[in-house]
């Protein structure tokens, strides 16, 4: 622990302020009463309804499965693979870090797959390549759409939606990336949206039964904080057409990991796989082209996202330290995995794709296309 003016300290100042917590914090909370569902024939009506504002409407809400869900299975039946991008705490880089994931993916190099050999992938020469997986972004932080300025920079401003006869069209961020979020509807960047849930989840229904994906092979589905209506929604709307797993960002304080084990407990109650928990801002790297060197800010207390993956037996994907220029690349809306592939932090995010992609089935290699 931290020496504090009471103790006697014993050991070296800098040995102290590295220790981890004698101990890491349980949750000793007991398990909460969950909503049993609209659609679920105890909607208002079980104890848990109890004080709700929305009981009443739920009780004489007509019950049953909601009827649009084979319209989105349906409507993406092209896209290969899905995956969220959860975070139980705000301020964890988690959007920053969808917007350099996705287009980590779509930047990419495939491993060609040899059906002659049982689907095994080898990589001999340039000819077993083959070219960026087509990658979809949606925005269902509805409340804070920042991904289109990350992937556009000023033009996200002037950039709307068009509409055809069958439906939204995604914005292309690039040939390869497509991305769909609700600032692309506002007025102006500076709108805020204040919507109650209902209307909230009307709007990530028509992100998935309205806009025209096409043939994906990956959907990146970039989620608020927290586990609440937009995360409910997403799970029970892709219920049919189903979810490849969930990618958890965090950072290494015990603060943002105390929110990650609730995140944790959600996806598992909500029968979502997790693909792994990325650590974000796990150190500091010197942009300064002589120095380069990566250095600790936020010293893991309990050891960190690696620590909480093995005491919860889940994958650690990498570690992605903090680097001022990825700000000021996603403010200008450029790529900083293309404008600085030697950073410390562009080459721990192309290995997290990597291990995603290998666990979806996505076998990546580590060039960019150019």
């Not at 014993?10 to 000793?28: Q, W």
């Not at 330290?321 to 700000?327: E, V």
């Given at each position: 622990?931290?020496?504090?003016?009471?103790?006697?300290?014993?050991?070296?100042?800098?040995?102290?302020?590295?220790?981890?917590?004698?101990?890491?914090?349980?949750?000793?909370?007991?398990?909460?009463?969950?909503?049993?569902?609209?659609?679920?024939?105890?909607?208002?009506?079980?104890?848990?309804?109890?004080?709700?504002?929305?009981?009443?409407?739920?009780?004489?809400?007509?019950?049953?499965?909601?009827?649009?869900?084979?319209?989105?299975?349906?409507?993406?039946?092209?896209?290969?693979?899905?995956?969220?991008?959860?975070?139980?705490?705000?301020?964890?880089?988690?959007?920053?870090?969808s917007a350099?994931?996705?287009?980590?993916?779509?930047?990419?190099?495939?491993?060609?797959?040899?059906?002659?050999?049982?689907?095994?992938?080898?990589?001999?020469?340039?000819?077993?390549?083959?070219?960026?997986?087509?990658?979809?972004?949606?925005?269902?932080?509805?409340?804070?759409?920042?991904?289109?300025?990350?992937?556009?920079?000023?033009?996200?401003?002037?950039?709307?939606?068009?509409?055809?006869?069958?439906?939204?069209?995604?914005?292309?961020?690039?040939?390869?990336?497509?991305?769909?979020?609700?600032?692309?509807?506002?007025?102006?960047?500076?709108?805020?949206?204040?919507?109650?849930?209902?209307?909230?989840?009307?709007?990530?229904?028509?992100?998935?039964?309205?806009?025209?994906?096409?043939?994906?092979?990956?959907?990146?589905?970039?989620?608020?904080?927290?586990?609440?209506?937009?995360?409910?929604?997403?799970?029970?709307?892709?219920k049919e057409?189903?979810?490849?797993?969930?990618?958890?960002?965090?950072?290494?304080?015990?603060?943002?990991?105390?929110?990650?084990?609730r995140e944790?407990?959600?996806?598992?109650?909500?029968?979502?796989?997790?693909?792994?928990?990325?650590?974000?801002?796990?150190?500091?790297?010197?942009?300064?082209?002589?120095?380069?060197?990566?250095?600790?800010?936020?010293?893991?207390?309990?050891?960190?996202?690696?620590?909480?993956?093995?005491?919860?037996?889940?994958?650690?994907?990498?570690?992605?330290?903090?680097?001022?220029?990825?700000?000021?690349?996603?403010?200008?809306?450029?790529?900083?995995?293309?404008?600085?592939?030697?950073?410390?932090?562009?080459?721990?995010?192309?290995?997290?794709?990597?291990?995603?992609?290998?666990?979806?089935?996505?076998?990546?290699?580590?060039?960019?296309?150019?």
């Open positions: 622990m931290a020496p504090t003016l009471e103790e006697v300290v014993t050991e070296a100042p800098a040995a102290a302020l590295s220790a981890t917590l004698k101990a890491a914090p349980a949750l000793v909370a007991p398990e909460p009463e969950h909503c049993p569902g609209p659609e679920s024939e105890q909607a208002g009506k079980a104890d848990s309804c109890a004080g709700c504002p929305n009981q009443a409407i739920c009780a004489s809400a007509p019950k049953g499965p909601d009827p649009d869900l084979p319209i989105i299975a349906q409507k993406l039946r092209g896209v290969k693979r899905k995956v969220l991008v959860l975070s139980g705490k705000g301020g964890v880089g988690k959007s920053t870090f350099l994931f996705a287009q980590g993916f779509s930047s990419l190099k495939r491993r060609r797959v040899d059906s002659e050999k049982n689907g095994d992938v080898h990589m001999e020469d340039a000819e077993d390549e083959e070219p960026p997986p087509t990658v979809g972004l949606m925005d269902t932080d509805l409340c804070g759409p920042s991904i289109p300025r990350m992937l556009l920079g000023d033009s996200s401003v002037s950039t709307s939606v068009h509409t055809t006869a069958s439906g939204w069209e995604p914005v292309w961020a690039s040939d390869t990336l497509a991305v769909m979020s609700i600032q692309f509807m506002l007025p102006d960047q500076d709108s805020a949206v204040i919507w109650r849930g209902p209307k909230k989840n009307g709007l990530i229904k028509r992100f998935l039964k309205d806009v025209e994906w096409g043939d994906l092979d990956l959907l990146v589905v970039d989620t608020p904080p927290g586990t609440s209506d937009e995360h409910l929604s997403v799970q029970s709307y892709l057409s189903g979810v490849d797993g969930a990618v958890l960002v965090t950072t290494p304080q015990e603060v943002a990991l105390l929110d990650v084990r944790l407990d959600f996806c598992r109650k909500a029968g979502i796989p997790v693909i792994g928990i990325v650590e974000n801002m796990s150190g500091f790297v010197c942009p300064n082209a002589k120095c380069g060197k990566t250095s600790q800010i936020f010293r893991p207390t309990t050891g960190g996202a690696r620590k909480l993956c093995e005491d919860e037996n889940v994958p650690f994907l990498g570690a992605v330290p903090l680097d001022p220029r990825i700000g000021m690349a996603c403010d200008f809306g450029e790529s900083f995995l293309e404008a600085f592939p030697d950073s410390p932090a562009a080459q721990n995010i192309l290995e997290v794709v990597q291990r995603v992609g290998k666990t979806i089935g996505l076998e990546m290699t580590g060039t960019i296309d150019a």
